[in-house]
C-alpha cells in the first residue's frame, strides 16, 4: 500500500521544528498530503457569572466574595485563550511556511482537547502519524505518554522522530529489528513503502536460531522481501551481555542509520498498558528516528 497521507502533530518545541521537516520531507518523498495538527489545552473551567453563581448570595473568602473570585477566574480564562490562539497561529506559521517552498498539498488543524484523545483521534485518518520523542517532562495519563498510546492505539505505524539538529534523509539507510514474532512482521508489512525509497535496507537478527532452509539468520524474510523488489541485507548479532535495545542502536550507528523499523511490545501492567523494556528504552533514546508498529 502506498504511502499517501500523512499526519504531523505540530507544537513550537525544538522537537517540533524537527518533526514539521522530517514530515514534509517525507510527503515529498512518497507524493503524499501532509496533515499538520496542533493541540491546545483546555482552559480551566470558569464561569462568568451566568452560571453555577447565579442568584446565590455574595460569599466572602478572606474579604474577597465568590463572584470576584469568578470574575478573576475568567479573566484568567481569557488570558489562557489568547496566548494559545498565539502559539498556535506561531506553530501554523511555521508549518505554512515550510510546506509552501516543497509543493506539498496540505491542510492544517487546530484543536483543543487533551494531547492524547486529540491526537488519538486524527491519527486514525493517515497512513503513518509523525510524533516527537517522549522526554523527561512529557505528559503522562496512567504511566503512558503521548507517543506511547499513539504506537499501541492508532492500528497503524507511528513515525517517532527525536529533535535532530538537522534533516539530512528520510528513511535512505533503515535498519529492521527482526526476531520472528507477529509484530515485526507486521512492522515489515506496514513499513514496504519507506524500503522502496530506500537505499539500502539491512534486518538485524539478534541471537536468533538459524534459518533451517539455508543456516543463515532472517534469510526467509529477506527473500520475502526480494519478491517485492527490495534488496535487503542479513546481519546477525550473538550478544546475550547486552540489551536488545543497546545492540540495535549500536548497529544503528555503526551503518549511519536513519530509520529505524520495528515492532512495537506493550504489555499489561496494573490498569496500565506500557510499552516493553526494548521498545521503551529505544523510543526515549534513539538517535534516529524510528517506525513502530504494533
Given at each position: ?128 502519524a509523525v510524533v516527537g520523542q517522549p522526554g523527561a ?50 512492522a515489515i508489512h506496514n513499513s514496504r513503502p519507506f ?27 529477506i527473500d520475502h522481501l526480494a519478491r517485492h523488489g ?65
Amino acid at each position: 500500500m502506498p504511502l499517501k497521507d500523512i499526519l504531523v502533530h505540530v507544537d513550537n518545541s525544538r522537537n517540533g521544528e524537527a518533526r514539521i521537516e522530517y514530515a514534509a520531507q517525507l510527503a515529498t518523498a512518497h507524493d503524499a498530503h501532509l496533515s499538520g495538527l496542533y493541540v491546545s489545552s483546555p482552559a480551566a473551567n470558569a464561569d462568568g457569572g451566568g452560571g453555577r453563581s447565579a442568584g446565590l448570595p455574595s460569599l466572602d473568602f478572606g474579604g474577597r466574595s465568590f463572584q470576584e473570585y469568578e470574575k478573576k477566574a475568567s479573566e484568567m480564562q481569557a488570558l489562557h485563550k489568547e496566548h494559545a490562539s498565539l502559539a498556535a497561529d506561531a506553530a501554523r506559521q511555521k508549518f505554512t511556511e515550510r510546506v509552501a517552498t516543497g509543493g506539498v498539498t496540505n491542510e492544517w488543524s487546530a484543536v483543543e482537547g487533551t494531547m492524547m484523545d486529540a491526537l488519538t483521534h486524527n491519527a486514525r485518518f493517515c497512513d503513518v502519524a509523525v510524533v516527537g520523542q517522549p522526554g523527561a517532562g512529557s505528559a503522562r495519563r496512567f504511566g503512558e505518554t503521548v507517543s506511547d498510546h499513539l504506537i499501541l492505539s492508532v492500528g497503524h505505524p507511528v513515525l517517532v522522530v527525536p529533535a535532530l539538529d538537522e534533516c539530512f534523509s528520510v528513511g535512505k539507510r533503515i535498519l529492521i529489528a527482526w526476531d520472528r514474532s507477529p509484530l515485526a512482521t507486521r512492522a515489515i508489512h506496514n513499513s514496504r513503502p519507506f524500503m522502496r525509497n530506500a537505499d539500502s535496507v539491512h534486518v538485524l537478527a539478534i541471537n536468533l536460531a538459524l534459518e533451517t532452509h539455508d543456516g543463515k539468520p532472517g534469510s526467509g524474510i529477506i527473500d520475502h522481501l526480494a519478491r517485492h523488489g527490495i534488496e535487503a541485507t542479513g546481519l546477525h548479532v550473538d550478544d546475550t551481555s547486552s540489551s536488545v535495545a543497546d545492540i540495535i542502536l549500536d548497529q544503528a550507528k555503526k551503518l549511519d542509520i536513519d530509520l529505524i523499523i520495528m515492532g512495537a511490545y506493550g504489555q499489561s501492567r496494573l490498569r496500565e498498558r506500557i510499552l516493553g523494556g526494548n521498545t521503551y528504552q529505544l523510543l526515549n533514546n534513539s538517535p534516529v528516528p524510528m517506525l513502530l508498529s504494533h
